[in-house]
């Protein structure tokens, strides 16, 4: 059989941050976890459902707003950081990427502080109602998240500051940064539904 | 981007044995992609060859086990009030063996053999992540290693597979047992989901120049959309084990009525991803009956773009479908009259498929080897299966039989025909590219026919027992219901079938030593896994392929040419990556080789794992645990000795 060349591969890029299949991968990923809030969301709505009376459960006060709106500020400021940051990595500098990346951890570290206020407020304990037990573990599943973003993005970080990352080398910062959009923009639809929905409706 | 050879005597292929330059290519190559020999090595592969081979033989040894679990069962029931199980050991049998079955043994081996074809299948020298392979693997043997053993320690779980509350809520089940379930499954299901996201970026991106989505086989769209179910069905059994974990570990109030919580809500989060669940496991077995159709028939299928809009039609409806598990629980009538109608629906996209298969075969001359044979064995099962489907789908027939054999009987002829004939097809089919040898051809073929009659006289009776109210999950039964006869005739099928099932294993062995040798295709088939030495190299292709037809091998025979890819390194391990739709050349990614870190992150995961049974603070020390051991894992390689190494000549200023 005759074999003939179509395609000449040596002159692909070997190192394609922007179309890597790991970008896809966290895609998938993220998508993975979207559904976890979703069946999070869904059972919340669902306990609400099931219960007669008031909701939250009369006796129980709602989250007070002011930590999570702090929160709720602090997390996309931090994704602004993010983007700061794959900018200057986009034009190879890597002071910019350093900076910006570590603002972002440092954001992220403030925002949870916010957040251990807003849990240490709660009015209710999640061995107290069903209510408590769904409150508690939406806000326990996202606090993870946050958490674990900021472990990986201080990896991020260290790399930075030691010059490994450039303009073809920043796959890391790219899915690292998509996945911190993730964890950023997942705790809108939980804002609304845990904090702010219980006050207008 | 393709271009007419000037002149294509020119060049040559890279198996052109005769030429020592092209040799020592390949043995350069073999060597890049050669995995590590020894015991320690063992824990370090990451190909997709090996560790599809190891999920497909650990899921085969959890169903030979969960089989003998099944065989104690019916040894129980073969007479009234008989005693060679007691009641908590029954019920911790009958659970561990469906659980086994669904979660050890049907996803894993789809799994297994996705994981083991489909790179193959769209032409990849491997799977996007090959170190989140292996520890899916790892997770996978260890969970369900941990799961199993629970039975001879008595610790076993024992509320059925579907582990309804409150019968296995805090109150009611105390003890170990449950928890091993809730943290079991959630752990093998974090398998099953590196396993999908794993399958789908391979399928997406890393398919060959040329195979554009509408050329793919139909087996690698089945395994696309199996892939898809996962993603959005494993979510909910995860968040429904977890709140019962809680609520048996640190006191949250989900399924606890007095507190507010609802026992429905375990029912409905179980079941959207439990009914999803049995598609997943027959999405990739209709793939694998559609390749063997294709292949024992010498022809394209008929209706292709039909068949790939069935299956995801499938994946989709089965989505809609949950509630008609629970038309007893006191749902309102409107609901249960949408979820009737939406259960009768998924006849629609299935019976598309089987006119599809049927129009195949039609006027065809099929060649009737062991493979075919078994695709017919599913045939039979599986329509007997899908009619009983129509009939409990139905609300007030299925107020009737509801709890009762009826259903046994429906469910393990809808799961072994849909699931187990096909895996059964595909390891006959498949069996020479695994292992170099053709397997035994007569004994394929006897076993088949032993363990469909064998089945049959299993399971049939039991349509008839349900329907004399003959409940499920029981131990026993009184002498004076009439039940002994038709038990007695199933449990004499049970040994049957299970005497069809080892004569496929003695075939296996005996073919494995002295089988006769195969070459890279014996059953002349048309897809990219076949053009490929069996088994397969290191490197999957020596030479990775640019296709232009959706039929690759029967099309290069007519044509006499084929046309490839060059300019990959022999050096590190690259593959190409296409775009998503029409599969242009996009980049080249290089791939990670061996390494022990996913075994040791599956060792740390599964310890905090098993330790949530017993304090949650385990979880936290998993989070971090885990952490730790993954930024080992991604670290780069070489960037300790030099920051530079692995980037282009271009960039390195």
Redesign the interface.
């Known amino acids: 059989?005759?074999?003939?060349?179509?395609?000449?591969?040596?002159?692909?890029?070997?190192?394609?941050p922007r179309?890597?299949?790991?970008w896809?991968?966290i895609l998938?990923?993220v998508?993975?976890e979207a559904?976890?809030v979703?069946?999070?969301l869904a059972?919340y709505f669902?306990?609400m459902a099931?219960?007669e009376g008031p909701w939250p459960?009369a006796g129980t006060e709602a989250p007070p707003i002011l930590w999570p709106t702090v929160f709720l500020v602090l997390l996309p400021l931090s994704s602004v950081t993010m983007w700061w940051a794959g900018r200057g990595s986009d034009r190879g500098d890597k002071r910019q990427l350093a900076i910006g990346v570590t603002a972002s951890v440092g954001l992220a570290l403030l925002a949870l502080v916010a957040r251990s206020f807003q849990i240490a407020s709660f009015d209710v304990k999640?061995?107290?109602?069903?209510?408590?037990?769904?409150l508690?573990?939406i806000t326990g599943f996202h606090f993870?998240h946050v958490?674990?973003a900021i472990?990986?993005t201080a990896?991020v970080a260290v790399y930075a500051w030691r010059?490994?990352f450039?303009?073809?080398?920043q796959l890391?910062v790219i899915v690292d940064t998509l996945y911190w959009y993730f964890v950023a923009g997942i705790f809108v639809p939980i804002y609304l539904v845990l904090i702010l929905a219980p006050r207008i409706l | 981007?393709?271009?007419v050879?000037e002149n294509?005597?020119a060049?040559?292929?890279i198996r052109d044995e005769s030429d020592p330059q092209m040799r020592a290519r390949l043995a350069e190559l073999e060597k890049t992609w050669q995995s590590p020999r020894g015991f320690i090595g063992w824990f370090t592969h990451v190909n997709h060859t090996s560790i599809g081979k190891r999920f497909l033989i650990t899921a085969m040894v959890f169903f030979l086990l969960s089989g003998l679990l099944a065989l104690a069962m019916r040894l129980q029931l073969l007479s009234p009030l008989n005693d060679v199980l007691d009641a908590q050991t029954y019920n911790q049998v009958m659970t561990v063996h469906g659980t086994a079955m669904m979660f050890l043994f049907a996803i894993p081996a789809m799994e297994g053999i996705a994981i083991y074809l489909a790179p193959l299948m769209v032409g990849a020298r491997d799977m996007?992540?090959p170190r989140?392979n292996a520890f899916g693997y790892y997770v996978y043997l260890i969970g369900g290693t941990v799961f199993f053993l629970s039975l001879p320690f008595g610790l076993a779980p024992d509320a059925g597979w579907f582990n309804y509350v409150p019968l296995s809520g805090p109150e009611h089940s105390a003890g170990y047992g449950i928890d091993v379930w809730t943290t079991m499954i959630t752990f093998i299901e974090v398998s099953a989901?590196t396993a999908?996201?794993?399958l789908?970026?391979?399928i997406?991106?890393?398919r060959v120049?040329?195979m554009s989505l509408n050329r793919m086989p139909i087996f690698v769209w089945a395994v696309l959309v199996m892939s898809f179910m996962i993603?959005?069905a494993?979510?909910?059994v995860?968040?429904a084990s977890?709140?019962l974990m809680?609520?048996r570990l640190?006191?949250?109030?989900?399924f606890?009525v007095t507190?507010?919580?609802?026992p429905?809500?375990w029912q409905?989060?179980f079941w959207?991803f439990g009914h999803p669940e049995v598609y997943i496991i027959l999405v990739p077995a209709l793939g694998i009956v559609t390749s063997i159709v294709i292949t024992f028939t010498q022809r394209p299928l008929f209706g292709y773009t039909a068949v790939v809009l069935a299956l995801v039609g499938v994946g989709m409806i089965s989505f809609g479908l949950w509630v008609h598990h629970m038309y007893t629980t006191g749902l309102p009538l409107m609901g249960r009259s949408f979820f009737m109608a939406a259960s009768t629906m998924i006849a629609i996209p299935s019976g598309v498929q089987i006119y599809c298969w049927i129009a195949t075969i039609w006027g065809s001359r099929p060649r009737y080897a062991s493979p075919m044979i078994w695709v017919l064995g599913f045939f039979a099962i599986f329509i007997a299966g899908g009619l009983t489907g129509v009939m409990v789908a139905s609300v007030p027939f299925d107020r009737q039989v509801h709890d009762t054999y009826f259903v046994v009987a429906h469910f393990h002829y809808v799961l072994i025909g849909g699931a187990v004939f096909p895996l059964m097809a595909g390891l006959h089919y498949w069996f020479p590219k695994i292992t170099g040898r053709m397997i035994g051809e007569q004994l394929g073929k006897w076993s088949c026919a032993v363990t469909f009659v064998g089945f049959n006289l299993t399971f049939f009776p039991m349509h008839q027992l349900g329907l004399e109210g003959m409940p499920r999950r029981v131990y026993t039964y009184l002498p004076d219901l009439g039940w002994g006869d038709l038990n007695l005739l199933a449990t004499g099928g049970s040994f049957v079938m299970a005497a069809g099932f080892g004569m496929i294993l003695v075939n296996i062995i005996v073919s494995l030593r002295s089988g006769e040798v195969a070459g890279d295709n014996p059953w002349n088939a048309s897809t990219l896994e076949w053009a490929t030495a069996s088994p397969p190299l290191n490197c999957n292709f020596a030479?990775?392929v640019?296709v232009k037809t959706a039929n690759p091998l029967w099309d290069?025979?007519e044509q006499?040419?084929?046309?490839?890819?060059?300019?990959?390194s022999t050096t590190q391990r690259?593959t190409?990556?296409t775009t998503l739709l029409d599969a242009l050349?996009?980049?080249?990614?290089?791939l990670p080789g061996p390494t022990i870190w996913p075994f040791v992150s599956a060792v740390v995961a599964s310890i905090c794992f098993l330790g949530l049974i017993f304090s949650p603070w385990f979880f936290v020390v998993g989070?971090?645990g885990t952490?730790a051991t993954f930024?080992m894992w991604?670290i780069?390689p070489r960037?300790t000795t030099d920051?530079n190494a692995?980037?282009?000549e271009e960039?390195k200023s």
């Open positions: 059989m005759k074999t003939w060349i179509d395609i000449d591969a040596s002159e692909l890029p070997r190192l394609a179309t890597h299949p790991l896809w991968g998938s990923a998508a993975i559904a976890v979703a069946n999070l059972s669902y306990l099931q219960t459960p999640w061995s107290d109602s069903a209510y408590g037990s769904i508690w573990t993870t958490v674990s472990l990986g990896v010059g490994y450039n303009p073809a080398r890391g | 981007m393709s271009r050879p294509p005597e060049t040559t292929s996007a992540f989140l989901l999908a996201v794993e789908i970026v391979t997406l991106k890393l120049p040329g993603l959005f494993m979510p909910s995860i968040v977890s709140f809680m609520d640190v006191d949250t109030a989900f606890d507190l507010g919580g609802s429905l809500l409905h989060l959207f030479e990775q640019s290069w025979h006499n040419q084929r046309a490839m890819v060059s300019g990959l690259e190409i990556v050349p996009q980049s080249v990614m290089i989070v971090f952490f930024v991604f780069p960037y920051p692995d980037l282009p960039a």
